[in-house]
């Protein structure tokens, strides 16, 4: 019988309100800083909801030159910013062997939502007939994963992943299951959104969960979530192949489960929340007390923490007030189709550094929420495995389980 | 303000499907049958009605500001900011 294939990750790059690369994000993490602010873009003053997690001061061109600005929206611009500093750290050449060999997946809800406000912006409020000729490879939810492919000159599967707040798991999740089953050796995957415009705010604003003051998981006063933007890439590896190279291993991701509420279509549901974190540590064949640290979804919700909490104690039993919980969207907000990714630094974090992040803004104990949900201040620990939760509208769940590098 | 109360009943009789005659002013919401998501349309429909904003966040529905236990309280709430606004 052959070697089972396992799959470690040998680069990571990062950009959010928290900061520009992993070391600023994760710094920021350690420190419990707050990334979310005043947001600034045209019309800001007809939203209701003014706050989010928006990344300042953001200048594309210290990134890319006019003859790329054309065709990358800025979920684009995020994740090829991502893409590189991973590549870099992971030391991956894609050679002509390895391309085929070698994916791009990626996670996005809005995909090119900028382009496709200042657009439509120009057509019906300016009537204006004519636009720019590149709107549709700038909009379209592959393009990120397109334009990563054609930098890396990256040949085997790529696509996107659509999921709402759980594209970034699911993206990553397929990643791994794509390594391990033998089909890819190599994946750049994670995932961006950049949906904080005029359009993309008014929208979520319809739904009234939106926070006007803050995002505070897990805390009694807790009352809404807080959008924001930002991406996280990934170099996801067959551990043979990075140990044969030399390569840096962060972590290895050990677990992956999906599921579907099949209840509603926005309300989460603690079955199909249980069943997911049950089912990553089936795949991982660990047991509830392996888990140290979770990166809960964590909202800021009134529905989504309540559920989420009551969810984790069905399946962690008595392990469940002994294990570690934080929800780092507290300050980087809720990036949506990217969140998972920049979540995963906090992951890899607990697991390579011991330093559990923080649920910030924590003011008030909700008793529904009575489990250690890491108040305001990063804790130590040393944990062998971790969890992180995506939970997204449509009632879908992706839950990856990580353990320290091999 | 008979007008604005007339108004608003006839849009929570829409959305819980009853006949506005049979709204009465001290049920409750839940009574009515309407649900969270319910609501949200109810205020969507109360804003485009009446070109107001209700300060609604469905994370805080005892929140004061905008008082939702029952349909006399609604109408006093949303008769406060027609006049108000």
Redesign the interface.
């Known amino acids: 019988m052959p070697v089972a294939r396992r799959v470690v990750i040998t680069g990571q790059g990062a950009i959010s309100a928290l900061g520009v690369g992993v070391e600023a994000n994760l710094k920021a993490m350690r420190n419990g800083e707050c990334g979310i602010s005043a947001l600034e873009f045209r019309d800001v003053e007809r939203l ?1 909801v003014r706050i989010g997690g928006q990344i300042k001061p953001y200048d594309e061109t210290r990134f890319f030159d006019r003859q790329q600005l054309v065709f990358y929206d800025k979920f684009t611009q995020l994740a090829l910013i991502s893409a590189a500093e991973a590549m870099q750290e992971s030391g991956l050449e894609i050679t002509e062997q390895l391309a085929p060999r070698s994916g791009v997946i990626l996670g996005t809800s809005g995909g090119g939502l900028q382009t496709q406000d200042e657009n439509f912006r120009k057509v019906y409020e300016e009537g204006k007939n004519r636009v720019h000729p590149f709107v549709v490879p700038r909009l379209m939810n592959n393009a990120a994963v397109g334009h990563v492919s054609m930098r890396y000159h990256i040949t085997g599967p790529s696509y996107t992943v659509s999921t709402a707040c759980a594209s970034s798991n699911h993206a990553m999740g397929q990643a791994f299951q794509l390594i391990r089953a033998g089909g890819l050796d190599v994946a750049l995957t994670g995932g961006s959104e950049s949906m904080l415009s005029f359009g993309g705010i008014k929208a979520w604003e ?7 003051d803050g995002c505070r998981p897990f805390c009694a006063t ?3 979530m807080v959008q924001g933007e930002g991406a996280a890439v990934f170099v996801f590896e067959e551990y043979q192949h990075a140990r044969a190279r030399g390569a840096p291993i962060l972590a290895e991701v050990v677990g992956f489960a999906m599921t579907a509420d099949a209840g509603d279509i ?2 989460p549901d603690q079955q199909g929340a249980a069943s997911a974190m049950q089912g990553a540590m089936n795949d991982a064949g660990l047991n509830p007390a392996d888990i140290g640290y979770i990166n809960a979804h964590g909202t800021g ?2 529905v989504n923490d309540r559920t989420e909490i009551a969810a984790i104690k069905q399946v962690f039993g008595d392990h469940a007030r002994k294990l570690r919980l934080s929800s780092t969207k507290s300050m980087h907000g809720h990036l949506i189709g990217g969140t998972g990714a920049v979540e995963l630094l906090a992951c890899i974090m607990a697991l390579r550094e011991g330093v559990v992040a923080p649920t910030i803004g924590h003011k008030q104990a909700d008793p529904e929420c009575d489990l250690n949900i890491v108040p305001n201040v990063a804790q130590q620990l040393d944990t062998q495995y971790v969890l992180s939760n995506s939970f997204a509208f449509g009632g879908l769940n992706a839950v990856l389980a990580l353990a320290k590098a091999p | 303000m008979v007008q604005v109360k007339d108004k608003v009943i006839d849009i929570l009789a829409q959305q819980a499907m009853l006949d506005p005659g049979d709204i009465a002013p001290d049920a409750s919401l839940e009574s009515l049958g309407v649900d969270s998501l319910g609501l949200v349309e109810i205020v969507f429909a109360i804003e485009e009605e009446f070109d107001i904003q209700i300060p609604f966040n469905a994370n805080e529905p005892d929140a004061k500001e905008f008082d939702i236990s029952s349909v006399g309280s609604i109408v006093s709430a949303i008769e406060a900011l027609v006049a108000g606004g």
């Open positions: 209701m319809g739904l009234r969960v939106m926070s006007r807790r009352n809404g926005v309300t919700t009134k």
